[in-house]
């Protein structure tokens, strides 16, 4: 059973979409193994911290897609100098076997982060989001949101009604076809009857009387200011070391770390307090929720 | 003060001879609860949207209408869009966005509201209305009732000064209805709004409004104070049809013209007291000739398990019931006490898990490849207009394999060119059933027929059915309509959490209960025994005979001289 991301819950979707940017940017651009590690550990643990309600099927999703990853890279890249055996004479090396486990690593990670992501970011806070961009589309977005579940059950409505009143045959696929024509048609003429009616509430309302403003029920609060703030300090140190080179690594031909320096290990803790954000989050709260009860 | 008015209003639709609105004058002033009535076609609907200038239909429009003495015409777009609002009969599809917030503030938004006016207007109509639960829901989860109570709401969040609502209850249940009028009584008391309604179901408008709108033809034929009005609507059978039945018994006892001092009662209350002090109870119950059902099963449920998905509850649990053959049989109950599902299931539309549902002694799965719906059985939706495909009625029947000659009652030919989504509730009603009967049914499921049509267009669906149960059809009426089933059931069910938990013959149904019963049994429940329908009480009152003036006076204790 899929339930919301608890974590975000009362932030806003502005503050939320920056911290989700913030920690997934870093994983895209770099193959540093460190970085990734972090990324996957503090998504898995986040998601749990969120209270997300992951089904066991997902992970095991997750983990063959890993082991398909990590074992394809090897077979078709042949860079890199360690040759651990040979097949089909093509030579199979340790580099491409390491990239493939870390670049499954990162797409993992990142799908881990998405899911978080779809499961705060609903229809109305996406809406929200997009709204910043441009009001027009986002009513649109908003109609058409509405739209499909209705025609969806009007189609269910349509097919019901033709076929208890005997309207059409069901005896070969032929008369399949044709039933199903014919209850596409009848959607069809509905939706634009409907439509109109539609176009006239919103003209009755004002619509286009004036220069829209925009409302929304997410404020962008104190939590916000700090979740944001959190988030952009911790992305610039990342972004500083990455751009001054200090946590590259490269694999081919042979794997090779820049050399530690106090700017990569700030990188890194930045990272790592921003991979585990969510989790430390919840978790003060939960203590906070946990001194108030002893409290009470 | 005046604030809404017309002056020799008059309006064609384009391609018609005939004007839909003539020489329409009439002036309505501030905080006044004006209920329109008249008949399907006579020109409620065109004569309120043109009230409403952004829904004005197109057409030939002369004469005048003025908002506090400014023509409509020259109004500006925002006061016209904003100070008069405007709530359809269709509930869903006046809704624009996808969340109960967002509809509330699409017209604030639309007026360019700052955000915190937008915030503070939202909640102030958000609790007036009762719907903050709602807040946060998706408008498609929404039930009928609470999308309608949101139409009346995303409106109201403007603060306009005139409501114009053109049969806003005419796709709810009862109950739903019922809470709509009330918040407009509730905007009307409380915040004076000037409301101006069109209606078929007047039992609880008309005690709620001021005045009285009556049209006819694309006339107005009188207007004026609604206990005035009711009283003067003998002489007019079929708009005296659509009154509460209290207006209904006094009219038809009244023609003498000995009650002229004698108000007219409007609620079932008053209507109560007019019986008591103007009628003897000598005779006590009105004979009804037995009826007895054939030997024949048309359908019947065994304890019939259904359920949508397995984790939810059961829509019908344990259903058993039983329809003779050639029975008009109807399904009354609340809202999601499963009447829909069992004509669903009983359509094969739905899979039940347990029990067994027969269709002329014949188990429903042995029906196979829609054998079923070929001259046995036929089933008319809720939606009618899921039904229509074509561009013209004439096309529809056509389609059906019928024509309009060969149908066992008489059907609106005027209508045949036109689209079947353009025509009457009461004609596609009868157009719909046109298109079952081509298929030759022996059992007829009909769900809601009598959803937001007149008095009028019931009587003749009630008359239709009656033909053909005569003819030896079986018809299974899902209705929330009790004055209905009340007049034209041979049997009724009452259903309650998806099973039936009473079933009998009208007369001793409605006679039993006290809540869910006709407004005329509610009137005589004590005075008179087994009267459900307005028609029963008069015919009782008639047999019984007036109090002479004697014998009021020692009842009430005040004396005549």
Known sequence: MLKGNTTFERNSPVSVFIYYACVVVPVIFTMNPVIIALSLIGSIISSFAGREHTSVRFHIYMLILFVVMTAANPLFYHNGETVLFVMNNNPITLEAAIYGAISATAVISVLYRSRSFTLYMTSDRLLYLFSILSSKAALILTMALRYVPLYTRHTRCVADAQRAAGLYKERNIIDDIKGGMRVFSATATWALEYGIVTAASMEARGYGVGRRTRYSPFTFGHRDIVLTAISLMLFAVIITAGATGSFSFTFYPRIEASPASTLAFAAYTSYGVLSFLPAILTIIEDVRWKYLVQKI | ?561
């Open chain 2, 1 to 561: 003060m005046e604030i809404l008015s017309a002056k020799n209003l008059s309006f064609t639709y384009p391609g018609e001879d005939t004007p839909a609105l003539s020489n329409i004058n009439f002036s309505v002033s501030e905080g006044e609860f004006v209920a329109v009535c008249g008949a399907t076609g006579s020109g409620k609907s065109t004569l309120l949207s043109l009230l409403k200038r952004e829904v004005a239909p197109m057409g030939k429009m002369t004469g005048e209408i003025f908002y506090r003495s400014t023509p409509l015409s020259s109004m500006n777009h925002k006061d016209s869009a904003f100070k008069i609002g405007y709530v359809t009969q269709r509930p869903e599809q006046q809704i624009v966005t996808d969340k109960v917030w967002h509809e509330l503030s699409f017209a604030l938004e639309n007026m360019g509201l700052p955000s915190d006016e937008i915030r503070r207007r939202v909640a102030e109509v958000a609790c007036f209305f009762g719907i903050e639960d709602l807040f946060d829901r998706r408008t498609d989860e929404l039930s009928g009732g609470q999308k309608q109570l949101l139409n009346l709401a995303a409106v109201v969040v403007t603060r306009p000064d005139i409501l114009i609502l053109d049969e806003p209850t005419a796709q709810l249940d009862p109950i739903a209805a019922s809470d709509f009028i009330t918040m407009l009584k509730k905007l009307h008391r409380e915040l004076s709004m000037t409301i101006i309604i069109a209606e078929h179901r007047l039992e609880e408008i008309i005690p709620a409004s001021d005045s009285l709108l009556v049209m006819e033809g694309g006339r107005i034929i009188v207007f004026g104070k609604t206990r005035t009005i009711a009283a003067s609507l003998r002489t007019n059978p079929r708009m005296l049809l659509g009154m509460p039945a209290a207006v209904r018994i006094y009219s038809e006892l009244a023609v003498d013209g000995e009650d002229k001092d004698v108000a007219c009662p409007l609620t079932v209350r008053e209507g109560r007291d007019y019986i008591l002090n103007n009628f003897r109870q000598d005779i006590k119950v009105r004979k009804v000739p037995e009826y007895t059902h054939k030997k024949d099963e048309a359908l019947s449920f065994r304890d019939v398990y259904l359920r949508y998905s397995r984790d939810s509850d059961d829509v019908l649990r344990a259903l058993s019931l039983t329809v003779y053959e050639g029975e008009l049989f109807c399904i009354v109950g609340g809202n999601g006490s499963g009447k829909t599902t069992a004509l669903l299931a009983a359509s094969g539309l739905r899979k039940f898990y347990s029990g067994s549902i027969k269709v002329f002694g014949r188990d429903i799965r042995s029906y196979k490849n829609g054998s079923l719906y070929s001259g046995c059985l036929s089933m008319l939706p809720q939606d009618v207009d899921t039904l229509f495909l074509c561009s013209t009625v004439a096309d529809e029947l056509r389609d059906a394999g019928t024509d309009v000659d060969s149908l066992p009652f008489e059907f609106p030919k005027a209508t045949l060119d036109r689209h079947p989504y353009d025509i009457s509730g009461g004609e596609k009603q009868l157009l719909g059933l046109a298109k079952l009967l081509a298929t030759h049914p022996w059992l007829l499921l009909l769900d809601e027929p009598t959803k937001g049509l007149d008095a009028w267009y019931k009587t003749k669906i009630g008359d239709v059915l009656r033909s053909l149960t005569a003819s030896g059809i079986t018809v299974v009426v899902v209705t929330h309509d009790i004055e209905f089933a009340a007049a034209y059931a041979d049997r009724c069910a009452l259903f309650f959490r998806g099973s039936v938990v009473s079933s009998d013959v009208p007369h001793k149904f409605f006679a039993e209960n006290s809540f869910y019963t006709t407004s005329a049994a509610r009137m005589v429940r004590g005075i008179y025994d087994g009267a459900i329908t307005a028609d029963d009480v008069i015919a009782l009152c008639r047999a019984n005979g007036r109090r002479n003036e004697s014998k009021r006076s020692l009842l009430t204790g005040v004396g005549v001289t």
